[in-house]
């Protein structure tokens, strides 16, 4: 062998003794002569695995793993590497797919329920999300959803109504050392179960708390984006403060949270998903925004919490997932205030919609399947319950227009002296035993009914995807015509609910001022607010247009009946009675604070223009 054979060789050697020493899988046993490989001894294996010390080196790591897995993942490289593996379970209500790798929820699909144009509607989409549940080891970080799981047995894959089942994924390290997820389902709910549980690491994880990062970007599933967005939001439940959540209607908005939390939510107008459980979550910090989203989102929300280490090591911690529709009676079963995810207005607005709109909503939904007939039905029960306040609202503002000449001459006698014609304006109303404002508290009674549909309608999931008579869809607006252009605070289209609602508006306007003491100006400004609500209302749902326009028609009907049962002579013969029995009464003490009020409001008019005098 010459001298460059020997150095060949010597070559070989060491490039063949580098290779196996940093690339070769793990040494095999010795084959048979038929080339059938030797079984491993089982026993040898388990007794491996059994090795115990104090240090991260407890669990062995394949030799075979890629060293970036071990320098990343450490102790945990053992199952960072596998096969995805995709799952699909079917309840009576969810498509549900998990995935082996991060043993997360892939997809959900609400089976009762399409988009606006007919599609599967996902609520939860694994394209969509970004997300992360952090803990600490002595290489860093671990990203649990970047670990691979495997399912555990042939759970049943179609539910029906009382089934229940556990999907158990787990990710096995060593025999007593794995991490376990288990997914509880039932047939016929919207929540799924959850639990995490880290079993027998002591030393291998750092710290005491797990963080979760989650970053949605929520689908896009009505017509209306704009109305979609200004639903849109993220919600959060404390036992201090109660449910609070960011501003829906702003596309940049964010907020750190000091005390724990129970619950979360990514909240859409009909529909809501959200991570709710007993342990505290900590140092919870949400955002929203919309930037960057393409017209297939509505917007992103953000969220990042701290779960204590100490609820998940060794036993289960208990958690719940909804994915959901919006549906009040349905969010009451699910968690503390979690109802709330559907708005019904500020106190005491949300009053009237919780005890009474919501519950005669339901129990005529138990009847009737036409939801057109059930706002009507709906209409004429609260306007029937009204009746006795419209009526005195009504009688009062007759009482003001037969007294109307005598008004007259008083101003005329006092000519441009406010003080001394409001005094005596007082003065005859008090003889005559009408009060000015009597008038005005009926309407104002009536006035958190009124409000009240202005929230429940554009929050009803039940009306979502019902038709009435040309609307398509009672949850939208209803468009009969397109405009090529856009008319500002009007929109892109003609609301014929919305039309028909203004000039019926307009209707009752007219048929007040009949029996109307208001004259000059004032009497025709009134004409411009349904106008300016025609701007407003376009967009809204056509349910709440509806709702409005049938209310109207109705309270046509009602001034017309009542102003038939009115005998202004009648009223004039009993307000004279009552001038002769109070000529001698005394001014009551609200009648004198209110004579005060005005005569120091006119006071403070004249110092004024006195001293503007003064500085010219």
């Known amino acids: 062998m010459d001298k460059n054979q020997a150095t060949g060789l010597i070559l070989i050697s060491i490039l063949m003794i580098a290779y196996f020493w940093f690339f070769a899988d793990t040494p095999k046993q010795p084959e048979n002569i038929e080339g059938n490989q030797v079984e491993q001894n089982d026993q040898q294996q388990e007794e491996a695995y059994s090795q115990k010390s104090n240090s991260t080196s407890e669990i062995e790591t394949d030799s075979s793993l890629n060293q970036s897995l071990v320098n990343q ?6 199952v960072a590497k596998g096969e995805s593996n995709v799952s699909t379970f079917n309840t ?3 498509v549900i797919q998990f995935d082996s790798k991060g043993g997360t929820i892939k997809n959900v699909e609400l089976k009762d329920f399409k988009t606006h144009d007919g599609q599967p509607l996902i609520i939860n989409h694994q394209d969509d999300e970004e997300k992360e549940l952090l803990f600490n080891t002595a290489t ?6 970047d670990l691979y799981f495997e399912m555990q047995g042939s759970p049943k894959r179609e539910l029906t109504n009382g089934d229940t089942i556990q999907i158990k994924f787990v990710a096995q390290l060593a025999p007593n050392k794995s991490i376990e997820q288990i997914y ?10 959850y639990s995490l549980a880290f079993n027998g690491f002591t030393n291998e994880i750092l710290g005491d708390q797990l963080t979760l990062r989650w970053n949605k970007k929520m689908r896009k599933f009505e017509k209306d984006l704009e109305q979609s967005r200004v639903k849109a939001t993220m919600n959060y439940y404390s036992e201090e403060e109660g449910m609070d959540g960011l501003s829906e ?10 005390e724990p939390i129970k619950w979360f939510s990514f909240k859409q107008n009909f529909f809501t998903e959200a991570l709710i459980t007993d342990i505290p979550m900590k140092r919870a910090e949400f955002a929203t925004n919309i930037e960057d989203l393409s017209s297939d989102y509505v917007k992103r929300g953000k969220v990042k919490v701290e779960i204590p280490l100490a609820e998940v090591t060794n036993k289960a911690g208990e958690f719940k997932y909804y994915f959901g529709p ?3 009676k349905i969010l009451q079963e699910v968690a503390p205030d979690f109802e709330e995810n559907v708005y019904l207005g500020w106190f005491p607005i949300s009053l009237v919609n919780k005890y009474i709109i919501i519950n005669v909503f339901y129990i005529l939904e138990k009847y009737i399947s036409n939801y057109g007939l059930i706002i009507i039905i709906l209409v004429f029960l609260i306007k029937l319950a009204l009746s006795p306040l419209s009526y005195k609202s009504y009688v009062s503002m007759a009482k003001t227009k037969v007294l109307k000449p005598q008004l007259d001459e008083i101003k005329e006698k006092h000519g441009g002296d406010m003080q001394k014609a409001q005094a005596d304006q007082m003065d005859l109303y008090r003889k005559v035993g009408v009060n000015p404002l009597s008038g005005c508290i009926p309407l104002l009674l009536q006035m958190p009914i009124l409000f009240a549909m202005f929230y429940f309608f554009p929050s009803s999931i039940e009306l979502r995807q019902e038709s009435f008579l040309w609307a398509s869809d009672l949850s939208t607006y209803d468009s009969v015509l397109s405009l090529p252009f856009e008319i500002p605070f009007y929109g892109d289209h003609v609301s014929l609910f919305t039309i028909l609602m203004t000039l019926s508006t307009l209707l009752i306007t007219w048929s007040q001022g009949q029996v109307s003491s208001v004259q000059g100006p004032m009497k025709n400004i009134q004409y411009f607010m349904p106008v300016i609500f025609m701007f407003v209302l376009n967009s809204f749902p056509a349910a709440l247009s509806f709702y409005y326009l049938i209310a109207n028609l109705i309270t046509f009907g009602q001034q017309t009946l009542i102003r038939r049962m009115i005998d202004e002579d009648k009223i004039i013969a009993i307000l004279e009675e009552n001038k002769k029995k109070n000529v001698n009464k005394k001014t009551s003490k609200f009648q004198q ?5 005005m005569k120091a409001s006119e006071e403070a008019k004249k110092e004024k223009e006195k001293n503007k005098k003064k500085k010219k």
Request: aromatic share 12%.
């Open 92 to 94: 009576e209500t969810l």
């Open 140 to 145: 860093g970080p671990v990203n649990l959803y």
């Open 593 to 597: 604070r209110l004579q005060e009020a």
């Open 184 to 193: 509880t389902l039932s047939g016929n709910h919207y929540q799924v179960g």
């Open 326 to 328: 919006n549906n009040y």
């Open 249 to 258: 209607r702003s596309e940049d908005d964010s907020e750190e949270i000091a």
């Open 73 to 78: 993942f450490g102790v945990f490289a053992g």
